[in-house]
């Protein structure tokens, strides 16, 4: 008898033992996966930082920048101005509301801070080896898609800018182009500007013209927006004039099968208030004055596709 009584408490001990723990590796194991929590880590390029965000469980992000700017992206790329200490916290949300933060410093008070590299720099030589050094975050590129049969010309575009300059790449086919069109969407919002034909989700405030002939130099032409009936009439005012030297570009280097590139730039003072994040279409028009060339190329099946978007610092 009293080794029945004995076993049977043993017994219920092991049940009882067996719940606890149950209980104790099942609940917390729950919470800790929905908890939200925050991380992070970034690259530095100069003042130019890429942030990447390393959290768990998050339903937003909210970050603060240490020097009064904030943004809402997963992972932003952020510019500072001046080669200070900051300090950067990403906050994020998870289930329920709850909240979780990281803070990291950024120092550039050296001025040269790890892994750092030069600003956009680009040369106008006609040696294109300059655009191989533009970090992925800040470079735009288009080609020409394969199925594109009519509008031709245009074969590569590719886009960066810095502090002075919006820089352009050009790859064409010389005997098709006489003219290239540079669509700005200065504030990558289709609220305002032009809409076009040509591209999706943009409205593009200026229009830069340049000619490979010397009398067909750059004109930039603004877009108004008090004619234009919500973006879609043609409604360009001629702002500058060719010898404001808006774009300056290199000698046209020419390859096989007709094939040219170039390289230029456009002075970015002659675009007021230009965001930091902006679209651009490029257009190429034959000496007849018709299109010969569009990129982005449109979709397969006709449709529009979205215009390049570059960051700006
Ligand atoms: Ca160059
Ligand atoms: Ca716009």
Redesign the pocket.
Known sequence: MKNIILISKLLLLTVVSFTISSCSDDEPIQIALYLPIADFSHEDFDKKIVFTDKSENADSYYWTFGDGETSTEQNPTHFYRTNKKFTAELTIRGEKGKTSSKKMIIDLSDGNSPGGTEDVK??????????LAVPASMLATSKIASYVTDLVSLKEVKLCGNEDYLFFYIKADGTKFNVVQFYIDKDNSEESGFLGWSWANMGAEFLFEGGKAENLAPTVFEYDDAKGNGGTEWAWIERYKPDSKAIEI?NFVAGENNIVEV?GRIIRSFIPNLGRTIKVGVVGVNAEWAQSGLLPSKLEDGGLNQAMTVKLP
């Not at 680009?122 to 655009?131: A, E, P, R």
């Open positions: 680009i040369t106008l030589d006609g040696n294109f080896s300059d655009w290199s390289e």
